[in-house]
C-alpha cells in the first residue's frame, strides 16, 4: 500500500500532485506558504537553503507579532480567537481553528476513545516532543 497521486481519491482531490513527480521532483514544487500568523515566534518562516530552490513555491502574506492578546481566554486554555484580532482584517481569508476539532473526539469514524492507559502504552518511550522538537522555531 502507498500513496499514489494518479489515482483517486489523491487525483480528485489534489490534481495539482499527479505530475508532480514529472517537473523537478527534487524541488519544493507548487509549494504555498500565506496566511500564516505568528506570535512571539523567533522566526516565522526559515528559508534555509538557495534561493533558486524556491522558484517554483509561492511565499506570499505572513503576519508577525512580538506579543498576542488575539485569544478569548489563554490562562483558562480558550485559544479561540477574539473577534478584534487585528489580523483578521488584514487576512481575510485567514481560517479559525476549530479547537472541537483538535485531538480525539467521537464521530461516525470513532463511536468510542481509547481509554488512556491504551494509549500511554502506545507511544514509543524514545520520542519526547519536549526534546525532540523546536517549538520556538530558534534553529
Not at 7 to 15: A, G, L
Amino acid at each position: 500500500m502507498g500513496l499514489h497521486p494518479q489515482e483517486p481519491p489523491w487525483s480528485e482531490r489534489y490534481p495539482e500532485l499527479v505530475r508532480i513527480l514529472e517537473f523537478h521532483p527534487d524541488l519544493p514544487t507548487g509549494t504555498t506558504f500565506e496566511g500564516n500568523v505568528a506570535v512571539n515566534c523567533a522566526k516565522l518562516l526559515n528559508l534555509g537553503g538557495k534561493k533558486e530552490e524556491l522558484q517554483f513555491s509561492k511565499i506570499g502574506k505572513n503576519l508577525e507579532y512580538k506579543e498576542g492578546g488575539f485569544f478569548v481566554a489563554p490562562e483558562k486554555l480558550d485559544f479561540r480567537l477574539r473577534d478584534d484580532a487585528p489580523f483578521l482584517k488584514e487576512l481575510p481569508a485567514f481560517q479559525r481553528c476549530d479547537f472541537a476539532k483538535i485531538g480525539l473526539y467521537k464521530d461516525e469514524d470513532r463511536p468510542s476513545l481509547p481509554i488512556e492507559a491504551e494509549l500511554k502504552r502506545n507511544v514509543d518511550p524514545g520520542q519526547d516532543s519536549r526534546n525532540d522538537a523546536d517549538p520556538l522555531n530558534t534553529k
